[in-house]
């Protein structure tokens, strides 16, 4: 949904920084590769310690660096199936950082073993679902669904339930409690997503593999 709606309107508003950059001489590579630094020291320096609010605002620093990539590789012509593996391989490291992050969190002074295991288990779906997706294409099937939620959201629940529950640190109470409630909004959603895109890749591969057994009979 984010990323039907959502991303013509950042692709307006971060285009002139886009093209700041490219006239700095800053490639779009660079760009993917200082973004995940960025989000993957945020998540794991800042998380495992509890301190959600400063890492929350590192990592949306950095975040936005996955929609200025692609816009700068568009703006100077240069996009690429290279940058296309590099920016959707990173894409993966930083999700297990930032989700690897709350686990770390949860089983050492979080101290709550069942949380653990559901943002363990975030990371691995929200993996999981990606991975339907470039499989799907790489067999030829267009894998025409996105599902509930997709990576935008993952990290948009996650993170603004992470900065606000942050907030417990400088005196507001209860609000904690949001961080767990999205982990198990982005366990629960990703699963139904993982789902509605296994059911999809099964119709569109019976159905590929019927047209390929008509035009062999043919
Ligand atoms: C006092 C309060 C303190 C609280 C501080 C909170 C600060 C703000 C908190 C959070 C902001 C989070 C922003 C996260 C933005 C994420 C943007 C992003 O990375 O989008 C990624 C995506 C890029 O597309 P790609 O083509 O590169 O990605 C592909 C895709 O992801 C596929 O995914 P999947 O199959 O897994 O579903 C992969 O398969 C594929 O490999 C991959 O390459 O961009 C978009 O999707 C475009 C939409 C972006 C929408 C961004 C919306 C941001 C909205 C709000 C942010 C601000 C909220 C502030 C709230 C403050 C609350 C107090
Ligand atoms: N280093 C990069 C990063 C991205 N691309 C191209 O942009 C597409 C992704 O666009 P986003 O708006 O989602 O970042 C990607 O498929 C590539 O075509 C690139 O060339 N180099
Ligand atoms: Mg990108
Ligand atoms: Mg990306």
Redesign the pocket.
């Known amino acids: 949904m984010l990323n039907k709606y959502a991303?013509a309107f950042f692709?307006r508003v971060l285009t002139p920084f886009a093209a700041f950059l490219l006239r700095r001489g800053v490639?779009?590579?660079a760009?993917?590769l200082i973004g995940t630094a960025g989000v993957v020291a945020g998540a794991l320096v800042f998380f495992p310690r509890g301190e959600f609010f400063w890492g929350t605002i590192v990592i949306t620093l950095f975040v936005f660096s996955?929609?200025?990539?692609?816009?700068?590789?568009?703006q100077a012509g240069?996009?690429?199936?290279?940058?296309?593996f590099?920016?959707?391989t990173l894409d993966r490291v930083a999700d297990s950082a930032i989700f690897g992050g709350f686990a770390l969190w949860y089983a050492g002074s979080g101290d709550n073993d069942l949380l653990c295991a559901v943002a363990i288990f975030c990371l691995a779906s929200g993996q999981v679902v990606s991975y339907t997706k470039a499989r799907g294409e790489s067999i030829g099937l267009p894998v025409a669904v996105n599902g509930l939620i997709e990576r935008a959201e993952r990290l948009v629940i996650s993170l603004v339930a992470a900065g606000l529950a942050g907030l417990h640190g400088f005196g507001v109470p209860g609000i904690d409690v949001l961080l767990p409630i999205a982990l198990w909004i982005v366990a629960v959603g990703s699963l139904i997503t993982l789902a509605q895109r296994v059911v999809t890749v099964r119709r569109e591969a019976a159905e590929a593999d019927a047209a390929s057994a008509e035009g062999g009979a043919a």
């Open positions: 991303r692709t490639s779009p590579d760009v993917t996955d929609l200025v990539d692609g816009n700068m590789a568009r240069v996009s690429s199936r290279w940058g296309a590099l920016d959707s």
